[in-house]
């Protein structure tokens, strides 16, 4: 009986604890755009972006820096009309694109790390 309800609170601990981390770095989602170079300017922030799916900037919002939330990293692309397969900018949490201001950033595709949350990749 002890062996039986020790090993069950292990299990349960255990089945608890995993699946936080991976929910935690897939929910919420969200890009910042600042219309200018180092963060500055009134950004416009885009929330509960869709992972892995191509997504236009829209055409009233200049891109001069962006960052995005932990547990995400975004390919922003500007060589393309759209999304580009590998984009032309990568931006994590520790890496965001701080000027952009000599190119017309046209879409963004975001994608989940579980490794961004700690700052690794």
């Keep these: 009986m002890q062996f039986t309800a020790t090993t ?3 299990l349960l ?3 608890s ?3 936080a981390r991976n929910i ?3 929910d919420g989602i969200s ?3 600042y219309p200018e170079a180092n963060y500055t300017g009134e950004p416009t922030v885009v929330s509960d ?3 892995n799916k191509c997504q236009q900037v829209p055409e009233d919002v200049t891109v001069g820096s962006v960052k995005v939330s932990s547990g995400a990293f975004c390919r922003l692309t500007y060589s393309e009309p759209t999304c580009s397969l590998h984009g032309d900018v990568f931006v994590f ?3 965001p694109a701080e000027d952009l ?3 017309t950033v046209t879409s963004f595709l975001c994608q989940t790390c579980t490794e961004c949350l700690s700052g690794k990749r």
């Design 8 to 10: 069950l609170l292990a």
């Design 13 to 15: 601990g255990a089945a």
């Design 17 to 19: 604890a995993a699946p």
């Design 24 to 26: 935690q770095a897939r």
């Design 31 to 33: 890009i910042t755009l």
């Design 49 to 51: 972006v869709v992972r």
């Design 93 to 95: 949490l520790d890496t």
């Design 101 to 103: 201001t000599g190119e």
